[in-house]
């Protein structure tokens, strides 16, 4: 059996940070009910054209998935045990925050089988805390990674960000020491994105922010201070300690199948990608099934019941190649030639070589990948390797 990754979202928040630019909002409780039918609804839908898959993952992510509780958390589990064949020694996932008192949540999901908690910590100081619009402490942070091991998780993985305004090497250094502190297994460090539409969009020509050439320096400075206690940089952005990686987020950089359900949800199964729109309210009503994309999928005509589905473009040599670059192992040419039948064209080590001459890239046994130097280049770098027969 093939194995699928089952993501989850959860489009909900408390409140919303000032850099965040997430499909979610603040949610009363009978919406949270409501949505919690519809996504058993969707599984139950889904479950009877995935019967060929093993599902080896399960992702809630958000929004703050925690905000369900565990009671709703529980139902939504017990629908994909019902409906999927779900593997023994499934990584299941929740996303929380550490803001809320979580003992009680965290110990009915434990029950019903999630067994990897993801914190949206993103700094050991309060004052870079108050300036995202965070609203936990260091100790809720602590108080909830007690509990969550308490309960039995014990797979815990952090978030911290980079470049944030006022963000100095120092507070930087002592973030990672109180994050690793709590002995995750993984951590994910990127950079703070300014998006649109954002508070920080608008206010971004006054915000403290690091240039460009600090930035690059706190990137590398989380880089070796990660390795330095124990944590692989595996992907641009993700660091664990040795076999402790995601299994689930793997997927995406493999080109593996999953199946995401919820508006803004996106997926990659039966060689196509297609997403949900951003439209709770559409969702949880079900409006209209999109037979067209269910007919490419080679699958019959989708349920009255199940909403819209949007189709984008995937699965090219190009974009895998560009997702494996994403990983610091690489893109694995033997591996891409098992995949297409042929290996890479030459020309993409053509184009390589001056980026592995400038200290961006390695090439060698068979691989081409990115330093953590060229991680910070990597878009437009990839632009140009792609640009071109791969």
């Known amino acids: 059996m093939s194995h699928l990754g089952l993501y989850l979202h959860i489009p909900f928040c408390a409140s919303k940070c000032a850099y965040c630019d997430f499909y979610s909002f603040p949610a009363p409780a009978e919406l949270l009910d409501a949505y919690t039918d519809a996504l058993c609804r969707e599984l139950a839908a889904w479950s009877q054209i995935c019967r060929s898959f093993t599902v080896d993952t399960v992702y809630f992510g958000g929004g703050t998935p925690s905000l369900l509780g565990g009671r709703r958390l529980a139902r939504i589990l017990e629908r994909a045990a019902a409906g999927f064949s779900l593997a023994p020694d499934a990584e299941i996932t929740l996303e929380a925050n550490p803001a809320d008192d979580l003992r009680p949540t965290l110990q009915e999901a434990a029950a019903a089988g999630v067994n990897r908690l993801s914190l949206g910590v993103q700094s050991g100081r309060q004052a870079e805390l108050d300036f995202l619009g965070r609203r936990h402490t260091p100790a809720d942070v602590c108080r909830t990674a007690a509990d969550a091991a308490a309960v039995g998780i014990s797979n815990l993985s952090v978030d911290l960000m980079l470049a944030i305004p006022g963000q100095t090497p ?45 930035a690059a320096d706190l990137y590398l400075l989380a880089v070796r201070e990660l390795a330095r206690r124990g944590y692989r940089q595996y992907e641009i952005s993700n660091f664990a300690r040795p076999g402790r990686e995601s299994r689930h987020n793997l997927k995406y950089w493999n080109g593996e199948p999953y199946l995401g359900l919820g508006p803004a949800a996106h997926s990659y199964l039966f060689g196509r990608r297609f997403f949900y729109p951003r439209d709770v309210r559409g969702y949880i009503e079900g409006r209209g099934g999109r037979a067209d994309i269910w007919e490419k999928l080679g699958l019959p005509a989708p349920p009255a019941a199940l909403p819209p589905l949007d189709e984008g473009p995937g699965g090219e040599p190009a974009e895998y190649a560009m997702l494996r670059l994403r990983l610091a192992d690489g893109l694995d040419f033997s591996l891409f030639a098992e995949r297409y039948g042929r290996p890479p064209a030459a020309g993409l080590a053509r184009r390589a070589a001056r980026y592995v001459q400038a200290g961006y890239m390695r090439l060698g046994d068979g691989r081409l990948a990115f330093t953590p130097e060229g991680f910070l280049l990597s878009n437009p770098i990839l632009a140009d390797l792609l640009d071109g027969e791969i």
């Open 170 to 214: 120092g507070s930087l250094e002592n973030s990672i020491k109180f994050l690793t502190g709590l002995s995750p297994a993984h951590i994910s460090a990127y950079l703070l994105k300014i998006e649109e539409g954002t508070p920080f969009y608008r206010q971004r020509d006054t915000l403290p922010l690091p240039d460009e050439d600090a």
